[in-house]
């Protein structure tokens, strides 16, 4: 069974910083695309940010360009969301997901975490 | 960016009935990379059709995804009580993004 189990969110003030992680099992992590989608009532869901299978390659939403940085320990099943200078409008539910595919493109998301949560408030 | 429009906002309905759920694109989108999700209140969506047309693994034959160019559809033949959630479209053609959702509620 799939499991995507993100951890390192909460409150943080704007202007500050802050490190998501996502450890995956019951698939072979390192085979597969993985990806950063937030969720908010205003704007709905918005894919953040996405990286291939090997870390060679990533994208970043216009958003979060250049503020955002996401990679990959594959010998730990692992992908992170580091998440610098943050605002207000970055205050979302952050869902790790998995892509259908090696390639950080031109994918689905077939599997999704339970998401958590990021406060940008002074 | 190709912006997805979900209609209606709200569909109110009753156990056993069919469920039309329209997502309209704002550019042509090829068939193969339109996605379906369902999201239940507290939950993380969950993948119900991708390609256009295929169901994820588990996925009961009651869900059916349609449609070509700018016009897709969800399909719910027969409502069942799990099935009233909010529903997502994706097209993962240019980039990726989501429409706003549908709810479907009970009538």
């Known amino acids: 069974e799939v499991q995507l189990l993100e951890s390192g969110g909460g409150l943080v003030q704007p202007g500050g910083s802050l490190r998501l992680s996502c450890v995956a099992s019951?698939?072979?992590?390192?085979?597969?695309?993985m990806s950063w989608v937030r969720q908010t009532p205003e704007k709905g869901l918005e894919g953040v940010s996405g990286?291939?299978?090997?870390?060679?390659?990533?994208y970043y939403a216009d958003t979060v360009k250049g503020r955002f940085t996401i990679s990959r320990d594959n010998s730990k099943n692992t992908l992170y969301l580091r998440m610098n200078n943050v605002r207000g409008e970055d205050t979302a539910i952050y869902y790790c997901?998995?892509?259908?595919?090696?390639?950080?493109?031109?994918?689905?998301?077939?599997?999704w975490g339970q998401g958590i949560l990021v406060t940008v408030s002074s | 960016e190709i912006v997805l429009t979900q209609s209606p906002g709200t569909l109110s309905l009753s156990p056993g009935e069919r469920a039309t759920l329209s997502c309209r694109a704002s550019?042509?989108?090829?068939?193969?990379?339109m996605a379906w999700y369902q999201q239940k209140t507290g939950q993380a969506p969950r993948l119900l059709i991708y390609?256009?047309?295929s169901r994820a693994t588990g996925i009961p034959d009651r869900f059916s995804g349609s449609g070509s160019e700018t016009d897709f559809t969800l399909t719910i033949s027969r409502l069942q009580p799990e099935d009233f959630a909010v529903y997502f479209c994706?097209?993962?053609?240019?980039?990726?993004?989501f429409g706003q959702g549908t709810k479907v509620e009970m009538k």
């Open positions: 990286i291939g299978a090997s870390g060679g390659t990533t």
């Open positions: 550019q042509s989108v090829s068939s193969s990379y």
């Open positions: 390609g256009g047309s």
């Open positions: 019951g698939f072979s992590f390192s085979s597969f695309a």
């Open positions: 997901a998995k892509e259908s595919a090696a390639v950080a493109r031109r994918n689905y998301f077939d599997h």
């Open positions: 994706q097209q993962y053609d240019t980039s990726r993004t």
